[in-house]
């Protein structure tokens, strides 16, 4: 069961990773295909181990890798908060066909 837990936050904070970058480009008008995610401050192109919901946020200390202008904490946080709701979901929800289905509309 832990490794479902497990699988599930990963889920919910790629998911939140990518609900933060819809919301901040939705603002900007941006696509959201291109271009790829990069640095708000100096405008560089993150790579992949950036990208990687909160892991990429602990490697760089917070700070942006090229220009070390700390990084907002609101997409960190998002991503954190829907990986913990998706496992409160699940054990709320004990029963495994409504666990995917409250995930959905979760989403």
Not at 12 to 20: A, N, R
Not at 31 to 52: A, E, G, K, V
Not at 76 to 102: D, H, K, M, Q, R
Request: hydrophobic fraction near 50%; aromatic fraction near 14%; charge should be positive.
């Amino acid at each position: 069961m832990i490794y479902i837990f497990f699988l599930l936050f990963i889920l919910g904070t790629c998911l939140g990773s990518f609900i933060s970058c819809v919301a901040y480009r939705y603002k900007l008008g941006i696509s959201i295909i291109y271009p790829r995610s990069f640095c708000d401050n100096c405008s560089q192109t993150l790579q992949h181990w950036q990208l990687i919901p909160i892991i990429g946020f602990i490697l760089q200390k917070g700070k942006c890798h090229f220009c070390k202008q700390k990084i907002p904490l609101s997409s960190t946080v998002i991503e954190l908060a829907i990986g913990v709701i998706f496992i409160f979901n699940t054990i709320i929800i004990a029963n495994t066909n409504l666990i995917f289905t409250s995930l959905l509309v979760v989403w």
